[in-house]
């Protein structure tokens, strides 16, 4: 081979390879091409979709401006003394009806305990605890005209100071028949304990503690209750003597000695077993001008359709009979209710007290008649048992109370209400114009507003 074919035969071995890297090349930068096409388009597509959202500046600028005006409403409020205030109440319209005489009425007379009744509730609660909080509440047209006025003070996360006009908070019943349930009562009218063994409400100051992290609850007061009752000028009721002529009461008598207030020891103590049970020891003792003591033992179960509350009180007052002596009594009172559908429930409420003791006197009475079938255990002729040796009464009434009624839920805050009841007596203690019954029988109904 001739030396110029050999050159020619070396160049080309020379120039082949750097073809083939040539041709490798190209084709690797039209797979990057493809690539960056690729990540252009997705960005473009971001950029797209960027700028279809609103701008975040004045997004930002209006939330600003709203949590300004949210803290100005917020500085107004409190500034003013209206932040924490609370104003509720109840307003009940109702009829009643007796057997004796036909009697009808729209009014809260005649004992039964049913009839016109507003309540107004204002409350001032502070800001996460750390201030006073106060109550006050007013019954227009009620004797008396405030209920409670009362404040109380943190100490810490689990006790308070409390003081003022205070309810009693002895059983399982409430004052007001709100239309919510854990406010008030769902019947219309009260317990024979509620109305006849216990107090109304006490003045003076104590202390409340919450332990267990909720799971039980103490509250105490000293002070008065039911200032008016200290009135020894205002002789309360008559002594029963048997003058042979029945029904006479010819000696006054009085429970309080003098004016002095009497002073009193309240206390409650509640265990919340769980988020449908609980169970209440309460007492009150007074000493001084009046003198007697009370206890009572309550609780209840709320689980599903069914309602349950339980009372027993035992009690003691001295010169309280209606011979003069002291007074002794024993009572119990249950209640059940049933809801046939959410907005029904049918209710049934039984009470027996025992009063039997020199002639009978509670708390509330010492030898009434007429009105709550108590006093001594009368005759049918308005004879009763004495003392041989000192003419005076011996033996009081006992009384019974059965109360059947219906609650219907109109809605949130209207209830509609049903009742009847029949008040039993042990002697012929009721009096039905001028002949002498051993029961009396009511009905009633009623429209309750709760705002």
Request: charged letters at 20%.
């Amino acid at each position: 081979m001739n030396l110029k074919k050999k050159l020619w035969i070396v160049a080309l071995a020379g120039v082949l390879p750097w073809a083939g890297a040539h041709a490798q090349s190209v084709a690797d930068l039209q797979k990057e091409i493809q690539a960056l096409r690729a990540q252009l388009q997705t960005l473009q597509q971001k950029v797209e979709a960027i700028s279809a959202q609103p701008e975040a500046t004045p997004l930002a600028q209006q939330v600003n401006r709203l949590e300004q005006r949210l803290d100005l409403g917020e500085d107004d409020t409190e500034k003013s003394g209206f932040k924490g205030l609370k104003i509720n109440g109840v307003i009940e319209a109702s009829y009643k009806r007796t057997n004796f005489d036909a009697s009808h009425e729209f009014s809260v007379g005649a004992g039964y305990g049913v009839g016109e009744m507003g309540m107004v509730q204002i409350t001032k609660e502070s800001q996460d605890g750390e201030g006073v909080d106060w109550t006050l509440r007013l019954m227009p047209g009620g004797d008396p005209l405030v209920q409670e006025a009362s404040i109380s003070i943190p100490l810490n996360k689990e006790t308070r100071i409390i003081a003022g006009l205070i309810p009693d908070f002895q059983g399982y019943e409430f004052i007001f028949p709100n239309a919510n349930p854990t406010l008030g009562n769902q019947l219309i009218t009260h317990n024979a304990l509620y109305d006849l063994a216990g107090a109304t409400a006490y003045t003076g100051v104590g202390m409340s503690y919450a332990l267990g992290g909720g799971k039980y609850a103490l509250k105490w007061v000293v002070g008065n209750a039911d200032g008016a009752s200290d009135d020894g000028d205002a002789k309360r009721d008559l002594v029963w003597v048997d003058t042979g002529a029945g029904l006479t009461q010819p000696e006054s008598v009085s429970v309080a000695q003098s004016m002095a207030k009497t002073l009193i020891f309240a206390y409650r103590g509640d265990w919340y077993v769980n988020d449908t049970t609980y169970v209440g020891l309460s007492g009150l003792h007074g000493w001084g001008n009046r003198v007697f003591d009370v206890m009572a033992l309550d609780g209840g179960i709320t689980r599903g359709d069914w309602q349950l509350n339980g009372q027993v009180t035992i009690g003691r007052m001295e010169r309280a009979g209606a011979n003069g002596k002291g007074a002794s009594w024993q009572g119990v009172s249950g209640l059940v209710g049933y809801k046939i559908v959410p907005r029904l429930q049918l209710l049934a409420r039984a009470d027996y007290l025992i009063n039997s003791e020199n002639g009978g006197g509670t708390y509330v009475d010492n030898g009434g008649i007429g009105l709550n079938g108590l006093g001594p255990e009368l005759a049918a002729d308005g004879s009763f048992a004495v003392d041989p040796d000192t003419g005076l009464a011996t033996k009081g009434a006992n009384l019974m109370r059965l109360t059947l009624g219906t609650n219907y839920q109109i809605n949130a805050n209207t209830q509609w209400k049903t009742e009847f009841r029949i008040d039993q007596s042990s002697g012929y203690n009721f009096l039905n114009g001028d002949v002498l019954t051993k029961d009396k029988q009511s009905m009633g109904t009623s429209l309750v507003l709760s705002f």
